[in-house]
Nanobody
């Protein structure tokens, strides 16, 4: 059974770092790119970062470029996607979700919209105080 479980969220002060993890169970995840999205209260869920299935390519929203880093660790059926967040700002406050891209061995660069993902985690809250 495919499952995504996020962890690592919490309350931090502006400027501090935080690392999110997303544990993806199921060997099939090794064929797919992964992404992170976030949703602030009363706002649409928005793209944050993504990584290709091979790990060779990464993609970032302009608002986090240079501050956030996505990475992936694969070990057989255990896949973990990380989001290292540095220099956090109050506007980064949101629920963060990891998601699986819907196309195996995808070689394109279309990672930016929710419609390209078919499995989602339950989310983890990140709150940045000023």
């Amino acid at each position: 059974q495919l499952q995504l479980v996020e962890s690592g969220g919490g309350l931090v002060q502006a400027g501090e770092p935080l690392r999110l993890s997303c544990a993806a169970s199921g060997r099939t995840f090794s064929k797919y790119g992964m992404g992170w999205f976030r949703q602030a209260p009363e706002k649409e869920r928005e793209f944050v970062a993504a990584i290709s299935w091979s790990g060779d390519s990464t993609y970032y929203a302009d608002s986090v470029k240079g501050r956030f880093t996505i990475s992936i660790s694969r070990d057989g059926a255990k896949n973990t996607v990380y989001l290292q967040m540095n220099s956090l700002k109050p506007e980064d406050t949101a629920v963060y979700y990891c998601a699986k891209h819907d196309e195996p061995y995808y070689s394109g660069s279309s990672y930016y919209t929710r419609e390209e993902y078919d499995y989602w985690g339950q989310g983890t809250q990140v709150t940045v105080s000023s």
